[in-house]
Each structure stands twice: as structure tokens, then as C-alpha cells.
């Protein structure tokens, strides 16, 4: 069982605010990545982390950002959310298996 | 870089019966690969893995196959329940440290 977690699990908020989306674990894993997926649709990869202080761009080009600070955390952030921005974001860690944690629905209004 | 097909992108049997959901993988290097069951509102959860050094694996119903020389690799789920019903992806994963995904298959276990 994967120990991974993120907060909050729904967010609704309107355009041009600022969110966190957070994501920790307890596993002790250095690397974590942030996935972006439409409902029962392909996971994009965002950002990934092989470490404290390492930050890299995923495949998919996106307006947010992500620090890694700690090991066990890896928030991810929007500094002025659009509609467009309106999807589920998983977070997952890994040492050989890779985990997800369970997802943040995020709607923009 | 890696580049990972599966099939079929929806699925639909009786309960009891056998599904198979197939994956091609592109890079000779990979040597990990993974399923993942997704529900509805959830996270994805590893059901499976194998390991390039390894032909096949099983667990209870499910089963996974592995053919290096032709890239594909194969989840089979036995004796189908309702609850098996799902998204399904396949990933694989070698020397980039990445996973690459498939773009998933909807499993439909009809009662």
C-alpha cells in the first residue's frame, strides 16, 4: 500500500487566484512527478523530481510550478489559475514501483 | 524516446469471461512494465509489474506476458467480476527513469 497523499482532493475556485496543490509521502522516495489527466484520459507528465532541490519540466508544456524543498514534499503551484487549467493533477513517488497518490480535481470558474 | 501503443481502447465481456488488453513498446532499452488500474474519481493503483528478465507473471486472476524480441506485452484478467471494471494502463520504462503510459483502456464487466 502506497503512502502518498495529497490535498485538498477538490478544489473549486475562480480565475486569477493563486493555488498550492499539495503532495507528500512518507515512503522516503527521491523521485516524484506531477501528472495531468482529463477524466479516463491519458496521463500527461508535468514535472518530475529526482530529489531536494531538483526540478525538471515534463513532457507537457504547463503554467505551473513545483519546488522540492524536502524529500517527503512536492506541491505543485498556479499563480493565476484560468479555466483551462480545470483538470485532475496526480501526484506519484517512486523507488523500482512507482505510486500515485489519489488525485486533485481542480475546476476553474 | 520510448513510445508506448496499447489495444484496445474499450473492452466490454460477460462476467467470467477472459480479457486481454495488449501493449507495443518502442525502445529496446525498457526493461520495466508496469499495469495500472484506474477507478472512476481515483488515483491509478499498480496491480502488476514485470521485469525484462521475466516472461511471465501472475497473481491470483491476473497475469501479465512479456515478449522482448517482438516489444508487446500483455494483461490478462481471468474469471471477470463487476469490480474488475476500470481504466487499464500500460506503461513501460528504461533508461529515461520515466514511465511512458499507454493511453489506457476501458474495461466494462457486464453482470
Known amino acids: 500500500e502506497a503512502d502518498i497523499y495529497q490535498t485538498p482532493r477538490y478544489l473549486v475556485i475562480g480565475t486569477g487566484k493563486k493555488i498550492t496543490l499539495e503532495c507528500s509521502q512518507t515512503m522516503g522516495h527521491d523521485k516524484m512527478y506531477w501528472y495531468q489527466q482529463d477524466p479516463g484520459m491519458e496521463l500527461h507528465l508535468i514535472h518530475y523530481s529526482y530529489g531536494v532541490n531538483s526540478t525538471e519540466k515534463g513532457d507537457l508544456s504547463s503554467e505551473s510550478t513545483v519546488s522540492r524543498i524536502r524529500t517527503e514534499h512536492f506541491p505543485l503551484t498556479l499563480e493565476s489559475a484560468r479555466p483551462s487549467h480545470t483538470s485532475q493533477y496526480l501526484c506519484?513517488?517512486?523507488?523500482?514501483?512507482?505510486?500515485f497518490g489519489p488525485g486533485t480535481r481542480l475546476t476553474v470558474t | 524516446g520510448e513510445n508506448v501503443e496499447q489495444h484496445p481502447s474499450t473492452l466490454s465481456v460477460q462476467e467470467g469471461d477472459s480479457a486481454v488488453i495488449k501493449c507495443t513498446y518502442s525502445?529496446?532499452?525498457?526493461?520495466?512494465f508496469p499495469w495500472y488500474k484506474q477507478e472512476l474519481g481515483k488515483g491509478p493503483q499498480l496491480i502488476i509489474d514485470i521485469r525484462s528478465n521475466v516472461g511471465e507473471k501472475k497473481d491470483q486472476r491476473i497475469a501479465v506476458t512479456l515478449n522482448k524480441t517482438a516489444k508487446h506485452f500483455s494483461l490478462h484478467i481471468t474469471e471477470t467480476q463487476p469490480e474488475d471494471s476500470a481504466v487499464y494502463f500500460c506503461a513501460a520504462r528504461g533508461g529515461s527513469e520515466k514511465l511512458v503510459f499507454g493511453k489506457g483502456t476501458k474495461l466494462t464487466v457486464n453482470p
Open positions: 525502445d529496446s532499452a525498457s526493461n520495466y
Open positions: 506519484a513517488s517512486r523507488s523500482y514501483e512507482q505510486y
